[in-house]
């Protein structure tokens, strides 16, 4: 399974940014899909997932900010990013649990990982 994170850039703060996570090699529609993040100096932490119910889990730093969506035609999970803040400003990941682990906040429960899109929010 390989997983193509696509979409960050410089946004001011109180923007929106649309980030994509392309998938080959498996169906996203099987597996739990989530994105995290890291900045520079922090742990990677949470941000949001999709089960492969398509229930939708956040972190409590983003909810009601982000949302979490998949293109199950073209395998393909979004992460719609709104209200943004420079604490937002991040290294963004995109990652899958092939195996359907119930702790779905377990970083250690994803097999595969994309590559990272950097995310900067700054006037």
């Known amino acids: 399974v390989q997983l193509q994170a696509s979409g960050g850039g410089l946004v001011q703060p109180g923007g929106s940014l649309r980030l994509s996570c392309a998938v080959s090699?498996?169906?996203?529609?099987?597996?739990?899909m989530g994105w995290f993040r890291q900045a520079p100096g922090k742990e990677r932490e949470l941000v949001a997932g999709v089960r492969w119910s398509g229930s939708r889990f956040y972190g409590d730093s983003v909810e009601g900010r982000f949302t979490i969506s998949r293109d199950s035609a073209k395998n393909t999970v979004h992460l719609q990013m709104s209200s943004l803040k420079p604490e937002d400003t991040a290294v963004y990941f995109c990652a899958a649990d092939i195996h359907r682990n119930v702790a779905v906040r377990t970083q250690t429960n994803y097999d595969f990982w994309g590559q990272g899109t950097q995310v900067t929010v700054s006037s």
């Open positions: 090699g498996g169906t996203i529609s099987r597996y739990t």
